[in-house]
């Protein structure tokens, strides 16, 4: 078990090398890990409270003392960014998490028997149909406006973007040699998946978990905008802009403060995502 962590920590170092040697890839690197960082360490070692309401200094421009501002209710917008981070960053990785779970299971699955592809396919293409928003609000209209009901949402939202890429996948593997000498061998389907399918499905799945970090970060924001998101008590990235809109044009940094963080998370995973996948692609990464 040791010289196998051993081997797996020793070809990371190499794997982040060639990752960060586009600067551009670093630099988004070093800002996801900022967000983080500070999404979970600061409410840790500070007392302040995101919700505490000051009439008196409502809408107050940004300066020393509130560097993003105060809102229509005298809160601090840097705080709220702070904490807020925390539930957008949380609904993001659930939905990466869960849609990634859930489509290698229907890609695998479609790709590897013939009898399952065309009926799981189709519901895949019937649900790529609808815009993403779209289906989004149908979903959280019928399940109900909170915090669980998006993020399921927004699984369902993504999955069958997986399953096609984890599908188209799993098509070409199902015919190549190894395959065939297991099947020979005799070993059992559930353990050829597992043992030779799985593995090499995964460049794909994680350039996908990336994407869908990112989408989903943009997917809640867009939501709540529209007021079919999260609960508006809960100071995601996304409620705060939608609380914040009829005051924008009084107090731009309400807006424009929180938005930057979605535009800076969200570009950060896109170009990371495609940094991850130049590097798991031969061709890609000869042609960078």
């Known amino acids: 078990m040791k010289a196998a962590l051993t081997s797996f920590a020793g070809s990371l170092l190499p794997m982040a090398r060639r990752l960060f040697l586009r600067r551009i890839v670093l630099v988004s690197a070093l800002v996801l890990l900022l967000v983080v960082g500070v999404a979970v360490i600061l409410p840790l070692v500070s007392d302040a409270d995101p919700g505490a309401i000051e009439i008196s200094q409502r809408l107050h421009a940004p300066s020393l003392e509130h560097w993003a501002g105060t809102d229509e209710l005298g809160r601090d917008v840097m705080l709220r960014i702070v904490h807020g981070a925390r539930y957008s960053l949380l609904i993001g990785f659930i939905t990466a998490a869960g849609a990634v779970l859930c489509g290698t299971l229907l890609g695998m699955l479609a790709g590897f028997f013939r009898r399952l592809d065309a009926p799981l396919m189709r519901v895949v293409d019937a649900m790529m149909s609808f815009p993403d928003i779209l289906l989004g609000i149908a979903l959280v209209s019928i399940l109900g406006v909170s915090l669980w009901n998006v993020m399921l949402a927004l699984v369902i939202v ?115 995502g495609d940094g991850v996948r130049d590097m798991l692609d031969p061709k890609l990464r000869k042609a960078a």
């Open 158 to 272: 993504y999955t069958p973007r997986v399953a096609r890429v984890v599908r188209a996948t799993t098509l070409v593997l199902r015919e190549l040699l190894f395959v065939d000498a297991a099947r020979a061998l005799g070993v059992r389907t559930p353990r050829i998946l597992r043992k030779h399918i799985l593995p090499n499905l995964m460049s794909p799945i994680l350039v996908q978990v990336t994407f869908i970090f990112a989408y989903a970060i943009l997917a809640e924001a867009g939501l709540s905008f529209l007021g079919v998101g999260v609960p508006p008590d809960i100071p995601t990235w996304g409620t705060m802009i939608a609380g914040s809109l009829e005051y924008a044009d009084k107090a731009f940094w309400t807006i424009f403060c929180p938005g930057l963080a979605i535009v800076l998370t969200a570009l950060s995973l896109q170009i990371l």
